[in-house]
């Protein structure tokens, strides 16, 4: 006879596989006592798609699991748009209690549905991406619906008819705010009608992806709103911007900057980098993220394709040394941020050119960034 394992002993194993589904599925099998774990780890987050028929089915056999599902991804667009009838949602979602965060990728939305999400649901969490809804009410209607909603996501979001939103209708009361696709006059609006309150709302942690010059006026607006009380903001740029706001109580940043050209000397965008980095800072400012971007001529791949459209990849740490950093030594100067106790600087391949650079020519710098291989 096996002797058991003291529970304490086993959700240790079982936790450390959480992102194993091959081997959680083994756990389930090993004992009875393994089997509330097990299943806690490989169906806390659920993604159907294209068909939500087998999950059904797996549902019926064991009941049980459903009280596991906290997170539900329904994806995969015009396939599963189709087969998603209002009877087939509400059953489903009848079924799953527990779920709090709902994440929808390109799906089209009838409105019968968004009544369904919004009544059967308590969600703390909600996310958008790619969707289509038949009236611009429908998401106003569904995000009015959820009271308990604290961290919401919208990217590139259509709607069929342009009615506008309602401007006195009753807004979540979010805390986290990630929004893409700004140049869609969805978002635009949605975005209008979400910040009235300004600074007096409760969001603390803003995430936005600049595309281009309307991206950027949108984000300076929601900076200028939102700047004195935000504590964390995540940034991607893909164009050169001028955010001026004023980010007071800013605690963390994390600053993400696509360049359209090759990370060199001869690079006019990267002086900008600095300039954009001091706009970001504030006296409560603890940690900063820079990922930076750019075409690597190393690369050759995106040939092979038809349009031979080049990805930006993450630059080298030996081609980081064309940064201006004397620029970002004034940015980052312990004078201007006394809070600050860390910047993170994210590259690939070998670190010891750029540690050495900085080490004879900035040491302060040195001693302050953090060079992380990604």
Request: aromatic share 6%; proline share 5%; glycine share 6%.
């Amino acid at each position: 006879m096996i002797p058991s394992l003291p529970h304490e002993l086993s959700d240790r194993i079982v936790d450390f596989l959480h992102d194993d589904c091959l081997a959680l599925s083994s756990c389930s099998l090993t004992s009875r006592s393994w089997l509330p774990a097990a299943r806690y780890h490989r169906f806390s987050s659920v993604t159907l798609v294209g068909n939500i028929e087998p999950f059904n089915v797996l549902l019926d056999y064991s009941p049980d699991i459903a009280l596991f599902v906290s997170t539900l991804i329904l994806a995969n667009g015009y396939v599963l748009s189709r087969r998603l009838t209002p009877q087939c949602l509400s059953s489903l979602l009848d079924r799953l209690p527990a779920v709090r965060r709902l994440d929808l990728l390109g799906l089209t939305l009838k409105p019968e549905n968004v009544e369904i999400i919004a009544k059967q649901l308590s969600l703390v969490s909600f996310s958008a991406m790619g969707c289509s809804f038949y009236t611009s009410g429908s998401i106003q209607h569904l995000l009015s619906s959820l009271p308990r909603l604290e961290r919401l996501t919208v990217e590139d979001l259509l709607w069929q008819d342009d009615g506008g939103l309602i401007d006195n209708m009753p807004r979540p009361n979010l805390r986290a705010f990630r929004v893409a696709g700004l140049d869609y006059p969805a978002i635009d609006q949605l975005c209008t009608w979400l910040l009235q309150d300004g600074m007096d709302s409760n969001i603390r942690e803003l995430r936005a992806c600049i595309r281009g010059k309307h991206d950027a006026i949108t984000t300076q607006a929601m900076l200028v709103k939102l700047g004195g009380s935000l504590t964390a903001l995540d940034l991607v740029v893909d164009a050169e911007s001028n955010l001026t706001a004023c980010l007071s109580n800013l605690r963390s940043c994390h600053l993400g900057v696509n360049l359209r050209e090759m990370c060199v000397p001869d690079n006019h965008s990267l002086p900008w980098i600095s300039r954009l980095v001091g706009t970001l800072s504030s006296k409560y400012l603890e940690s900063a993220t820079i990922t930076i971007k750019a075409d690597n001529m190393q690369d050759l791949r995106s040939l092979d394709s038809e349009c031979g459209v080049r990805v930006p990849a993450l630059v080298s740490f030996d081609d980081l040394t064309s940064l201006d950093w004397v620029a970002l030594g004034n940015v980052l100067n312990r004078g201007k941020l006394p809070a600050l106790r860390q910047v993170v600087l994210e590259g690939v391949g070998r670190k010891d050119r750029l540690e050495s650079y900085l080490g004879l020519g900035y040491p302060d710098l040195h001693d302050l960034i953090d060079f992380v291989n990604t």
